[in-house]
């Protein structure tokens, strides 16, 4: 049997248009915003500052799966309820983590995206039920999962009928001590073979740190990501999670600016393609 998943299923590329963006389209997405939503005008603040570069999707995580109990644990609904204001008002499209079955309502009543994260990526009752809301979901790689099992942790999402489905690569624990988690850019290169979904790039759980983010985006982007999420906070130094690995206004504004020269190279790679494609004689 083929599975859902896979480019013998289905030849031509997924795209998973949210409002006004589509994934996995020629056009690259950015999934920027902080770890955690904090308050109402550090979420506000961050919003603003990314739709002025035209970022297009709002991340912020209102539930956070906490390798401490004893670590802030997320606003809840307050947060989301924040998140969806600053979406609403910079006409960006939302996205955060869903941890509980229990909380699916709820967070599929405020978001636009539903994260799965990676901690989750094995938890198929988690998976069933998000893949039946048919809203969008971003599917994040387990800590140690084989390219085959996040493949066919992505079925569970299809078979509930949702063909709304985001791949993330976010990393995977290895030996390494100097980066949180090893960026497997294979898999990405890889998934763009095997299977028709989009897949983006998650810098920031995946490095835990910011220094190498631009040269590790330029990589992504190279293996053909369909987009980029890094966290972003006003101020990293006080975030209640993750500010080692969030860009702060600055430096994300020198992080798009170093990357956009490779876009347009590779923008300008895919019209060619695309017009040589055009120009080849159909064979069926
Ligand atoms: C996140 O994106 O907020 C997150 C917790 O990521 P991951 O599940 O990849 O660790
Ligand atoms: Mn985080």
Same mark, same amino acid.
């Given at each position: 049997?083929?599975?859902?998943?896979?480019?013998?299923?289905?030849?031509?590329?997924?795209?998973?248009?949210?409002?006004?963006?589509?994934?996995?389209?020629?056009?690259?997405?950015?999934?920027?915003?902080?770890?955690?939503?904090?308050?109402?005008?550090?979420?506000?603040?961050?919003?603003?500052?990314?739709?002025?570069?035209?970022?297009?999707?709002?991340?912020?995580?209102?539930?956070?799966?906490?390798?401490?109990?004893?670590?802030?644990?997320?606003?809840?609904?307050?947060?989301?309820?924040?998140?969806?204001?600053?979406?609403?008002?910079?006409?960006?499209?939302?996205?955060?983590?869903?941890?509980?079955?229990?909380?699916?309502?709820?967070?599929?009543?405020?978001?636009?995206?539903?994260?799965?994260?990676?901690?989750?990526?094995?938890?198929?009752?988690?998976?069933?039920?998000?893949?039946?809301?048919?809203?969008?979901?971003? &599917?994040?790689?387990?800590?140690? @999962?084989?390219?085959?099992?996040? +493949? %066919?942790?992505?079925?569970?999402? /299809?078979?509930?009928? !949702?063909?709304?489905?985001?791949?993330?690569?976010?990393?995977?624990?290895?030996?390494?001590?100097?980066?949180?988690?090893?960026?497997?850019?294979?898999?990405?290169?890889?998934?763009?073979?095997?299977?028709?979904?989009?897949?983006?790039?998650?810098?920031?759980?995946?490095?835990?740190?910011?220094?190498?983010?631009?040269?590790?985006?330029?990589?992504?982007?190279?293996?053909?990501?369909?987009?980029?999420?890094?966290?972003?906070?006003?101020?990293?130094?006080?975030?209640?999670?993750?500010?080692?690995?969030? &860009?702060?206004?600055?430096?994300? @504004?020198?992080?798009?600016?170093? +990357? %956009?020269?490779?876009?347009?190279? /590779?923008?300008?790679? !895919?019209?060619?393609?695309?017009?040589?494609?055009?120009?080849?004689?159909?064979?069926?």
């Amino acid at each position: 049997m083929t599975n859902k998943c896979s480019r013998d299923f289905q030849r031509q590329n997924t795209v998973v248009s949210v409002k006004n963006v589509r994934i996995g389209s020629s056009e690259q997405t950015f999934w920027c915003g902080p770890c955690s939503i904090e308050s109402e005008t550090q979420i506000e603040e961050t919003a603003a500052f990314l739709s002025s570069w035209g970022v297009q999707i709002l991340r912020g995580g209102a539930f956070k799966p906490r390798t401490s109990p004893y670590s802030f644990q997320g606003l809840g609904e307050r947060g989301l309820v924040l998140l969806a204001l600053a979406g609403e008002k910079y006409g960006m499209v939302t996205v955060s983590e869903v941890m509980d079955t229990a909380d699916i309502p709820l967070v599929a009543r405020y978001v636009d995206i539903l994260q799965i994260g990676a901690r989750n990526m094995h938890n198929f009752a988690l998976l069933r039920k998000v893949g039946a809301t048919g809203k969008p979901v971003v &599917l994040k790689r387990g800590l140690a @999962a084989t390219i085959e099992e996040f +493949l %066919l942790a992505s079925e569970y999402i /299809l078979l509930e009928e !949702n063909p709304n489905l985001i791949l993330c690569e976010r990393g995977i624990r290895t030996f390494e001590q100097y980066t949180r988690n090893t960026l497997d850019l294979s898999c990405v290169a890889l998934i763009k073979k095997l299977s028709h979904l989009p897949i983006i790039a998650d810098l920031s759980h995946s490095l835990g740190r910011t220094d190498i983010m631009l040269p590790m985006a330029r990589a992504a982007l190279a293996c053909g990501v369909d987009g980029l999420m890094c966290e972003v906070h006003p101020n990293p130094a006080k975030a209640l999670s993750d500010g080692t690995q969030s &860009l702060s206004f600055e430096q994300f @504004a020198r992080f798009i600016s170093g +990357l %956009l020269p490779l876009m347009h190279f /590779l923008d300008a790679q !895919n019209a060619s393609q695309a017009e040589t494609e055009l120009a080849l004689p159909v064979t069926i």
